[in-house]
């Protein structure tokens, strides 16, 4: 083990064994640094494209943005608009990463390479600020679980309908919806309904592949193979990069692995799952293309408490609760068939909380609230789902192996080939 390394790791044991108020200066866990904790800590980003733009100024604005990544120019040209004048520009993340000055690093790419890049990020001492789907594939959940942890990195996905803001559609936040389940308001099980009525259709069917696509030359801007890592190889399209890559899914899964960790995250909180995942995944949907997304109708995701998750597909559930029970239920706005709910609510305590700054996380080396574990159970809900939507039927899984049940044919896309010479 090198040497640097076994070190840290012993300084984060023995601060670990201290009062929880330990500081960990920046650069520490990096290299040989000299910031003391109360100077700012510095970020690098992956990805300046539409979604990693908003990364520079409007996400973690507290750290200094010390350096940028991209495979088009075209799109570092925008970003530097906004950026530092001095910011360092990489066209391979990988020499950004060896920047020993930087804290965090800001992965805002497509799907296909957050794994990768998470997992490169903690190997190298980096702390991770992750775009939303955590991963592509449940395997690649698992390596970045696996990576995060055996560094000792802090890790967030970014999505935080958990712990802050109100949840989407809904009205209101997070809290008093999981204090009523926690307090068994609505009686166990619990059936929830993902549909039209928070707003879940709002980009689910808008991200639709496109077949027999003619190869075009990629622009000179755009470094296509680099783009691509380890996705296949597929010619050249406009189609299949930026904004419209979320329809194949070598790259993503359509408007569900744009959008549904946004509203799978807090329901799983609220339900108690943080922990474990479906054991049965049913699905409604028209047979799927290979390489383009085909928008689906329904999938119901099953645990085995009788606890079920229902995305609804094609707004055929408009008037269903968002939560329900033997004893009441929960639609926007709080509303519900339980007398006073809101009253009760108030009155009952507070969940146990969480680190919900993410500065304050890495200073501390506290998890923060939303993190590599329960980051990847949320996902893990997102990609059971397309990988039963891609096969077309019922799913069965076992959420402690991690694998499904009796399918080779399903087990085969836990863990996808990656094209050469990545590799998890």
């Known amino acids: 083990m090198n040497k640097h390394i076994s070190s840290r790791r012993l300084f984060l044991k023995a601060a670990a064994c201290t009062a929880g108020v330990a500081i960990v200066p920046a650069h520490v866990l990096g290299g040989i640094g000299k910031t003391p904790p109360s100077e700012q800590l510095t970020k690098a980003l992956i990805g300046t494209g539409g979604m990693g733009r908003g990364h520079i100024k409007g996400i973690n604005p507290t750290s200094r943005l010390l350096a940028i990544c991209d495979t088009d120019t075209a799109h570092i040209a925008e970003a530097k608009k906004t950026a530092p004048a001095d910011v360092k520009v990489y066209g391979d993340f990988r020499e950004l990463l060896d920047l020993k000055e930087v804290d965090i690093v800001h992965i805002a790419t497509p799907p296909h390479w957050h794994a990768l890049m998470s997992i490169a990020a903690a190997n190298a001492g980096k702390d991770i600020w992750c775009e939303k789907p955590m991963t592509r594939t449940i395997g690649e959940g698992i390596k970045v679980m696996e990576a ?20 989407y559609g809904m009205g209101v936040p997070c809290k008093p919806v999981k204090k009523a389940v926690a307090n068994r308001l609505l009686g166990w099980p619990i ?28 622009p000179e801007n755009l470094n296509y193979d680099m783009w691509l890592g380890p996705a296949p190889y597929k010619p050249y399209h406009v189609h299949r990069v930026h904004q419209s890559f979320r329809g194949y899914w070598d790259y993503d899964g359509g408007g569900l692995g744009d959008m549904g960790q946004h509203y799978i995250d807090p329901t799983q909180y609220i339900l108690e799952k943080d922990e474990t995942s479906p054991v049965e995944i049913v699905v409604d949907t028209p047979p799927q293309h290979p390489d383009a997304v085909v ?5 119901t995701l099953k645990y085995a408490d009788g606890c079920e998750i229902v995305l609804d597909g094609d707004n055929s559930m408009v008037d269903a609760p968002y939560l329900q029970g033997s004893k009441g239920k929960i639609m926007q706005n709080l509303k519900s068939d339980i007398p006073n709910l809101a009253e009760i609510v108030s009155t009952l305590p507070d969940p146990e909380p969480m680190v919900t700054d993410f500065i304050q996380a890495v200073k501390t ?11 990847f159970r ?7 789902s397309l990988a039963a939507v891609r096969l077309g039927r019922t799913l069965k899984f076992d959420p402690v192996k991690l694998q499904f049940v009796d399918d080779d044919e399903a087990n085969r896309l836990i863990f996808q080939p990656m094209r050469a010479p990545w590799h998890l």
């Not at 059936?191 to 990629?218: C, E, S, Y």
């Not at 928008?295 to 999938?299: A, N, Q, S, V």
């Not at 080396?365 to 980051?375: D, T, Y």
């Open 148 to 167: 995060v942890q055996r560094n000792g990195r802090i890790f967030r996905l970014n999505t935080w309908f958990r712990f802050e803001g109100g949840m």
């Open 191 to 218: 059936r929830a309904v993902i549909g039209a009525h928070q707003g879940f259709d709002w980009k689910l069917n808008m991200w639709k592949g496109q077949w027999n696509l003619k190869p075009q030359t990629p």
């Open 295 to 299: 928008p689906w109708t329904r999938i």
């Open 365 to 375: 080396r506290r998890k923060f609230a939303l993190n590599e574990r329960n980051g």
């Open 378 to 384: 949320s996902c893990t809900i997102v990609n059971l």
